[in-house]
C-alpha cells in the first residue's frame, strides 16, 4: 500500500460511491468517464482492494469501499478546510430551506449577521428526505426538517440540532366548512382526505408524521398527487381537488386559502438543522449559533405542556 494516496483519486471515489453511477459523477468532477475510471481503477490498485461491483446495469460498493468511504470524507473534509485556511476563503455554504417564509429562513438570515464574511446560499428541496440525499452527496451542506421520520441510514450519517417545535397547522380552500374557525381541533378533520406529501419520496419523512398523527382518529391521507409549484399551480390544484393540506403555523398563506392553528390536542413538529456530521465550515457555525438564539429568545424549544401531541418516540 502506497504511504501517500492522492486526495484526487479518493475524490474520484467519493463522488462516484455517492452517484453510483460513473457518468453521473463524471458529470460532477467535470471529467471525462474514461479519465474518472482510470482514477478509480488506479485507487484500486494502489489500495490492493476492489471498491465498487461493475454490471452492466448497476455500480455497488464492495465491503472494503463501505470501509473506505467514510475515511475518504473525513480526508477531503480537512484538505477543503486547509485549502479554505489558506486562502482566507471558505466555500459557499449551501442551505436548504424547503420553503421560504418559514423559520429556516430566519435562521438563514441570522446567520449571515453572525458570519458576514462567508457566503450562506440558500436552496428550496421539497422535504428533507430528498435534502438528505443531497447532504450526503455534498450537494447541500444543512437542511431543516423533521428528523425522527427519515430512514435509519440516512439518520444515522448526519449530525442534527434540535431548533424548535413548530405548532402544526391546516391550510383550507377558503370557502371549506372549517374556514370559519379560528382554530381548527384535530378530531374536526374526521373523515377528510388531507394532503401530507403522499406518493412524494422527497417528502417521505412528512408523510410518516401524518400518518402518526391521523392514527386512530379517522383522518385520511389523500393519495399521491403532482406537487405544486408556485402560487398560480398551487391554487389551481387547490380549487380541483379542495383537500386540506397539513402544514405548520409559519407556512405560506398561499391564494385562496386560509392556515389554521390545529388544536385540542396542539400536534408539534420537532424541527432540526440537519448537516453531514463530517462538516466544518465557519458557516455551519453560525447557522448552529444562529439557530440556538433564536430558540432560547423566543423559547421554541419550551412550549407550554398542556395539551400538547409530540412525537416523542420519532423523535
Known sequence: MPQDIDPRLLRAFTVTAEELHFT????????????????????????GV???VRTTRRVTLTADGERLLPYARRVLAAQDELL???????PPLLVDLN??????????????????????????R???TAAADDLLAGRLDASFGYVGGLAPVLRDALAHQLVRYEPMAVLLPYDHPLARLPEV?????????????AGNPGTAEWTGLA??????????????????????????????????VLAVVDFPVMPDTVLRPLVDP????????????????????????????????????????ADLLLPLSLH
Not at 479554505?84 to 471558505?90: H, I, K
Open 185 to 197: 381541533p384535530l378530531d374536526a378533520l374526521a373523515g377528510e382526505s388531507v394532503y401530507a406529501g
Open 266 to 305: 396542539v400536534p408539534l413538529s420537532p424541527l432540526s438543522l440537519v448537516w453531514r456530521k463530517e462538516s466544518r465550515h465557519p458557516g455551519l457555525d453560525a447557522l448552529r449559533a444562529a439557530a440556538a438564539g433564536l430558540a432560547a429568545e423566543e423559547g421554541w424549544l419550551d412550549p407550554n405542556p
Open 24 to 47: 453521473r459523477a463524471a458529470a460532477r468532477l467535470y471529467l471525462a468517464q474514461q479519465a474518472l475510471s482510470r482514477d478509480v481503477r488506479r485507487l484500486e490498485r494502489e489500495l
Open 50 to 52: 476492489e471498491l465498487f
Open 84 to 90: 479554505a485556511a489558506r486562502t482566507g476563503e471558505a
Open 99 to 124: 420553503t421560504e417564509g418559514m423559520v429556516s429562513g430566519r435562521v438563514l438570515a441570522r446567520a449571515r449577521e453572525l458570519a458576514p464574511h462567508h457566503e450562506l446560499m440558500a436552496r428550496f
Open 211 to 244: 400518518r402518526w398523527l391521523f392514527a386512530g382518529r379517522s383522518i385520511g391521507i389523500a393519495p399521491p398527487a403532482p406537487m405544486a409549484v408556485g402560487a398560480q399551480e398551487f391554487r389551481r390544484v387547490m380549487a380541483k381537488h379542495r383537500q386540506p
Open 126 to 128: 421539497s422535504g428533507l
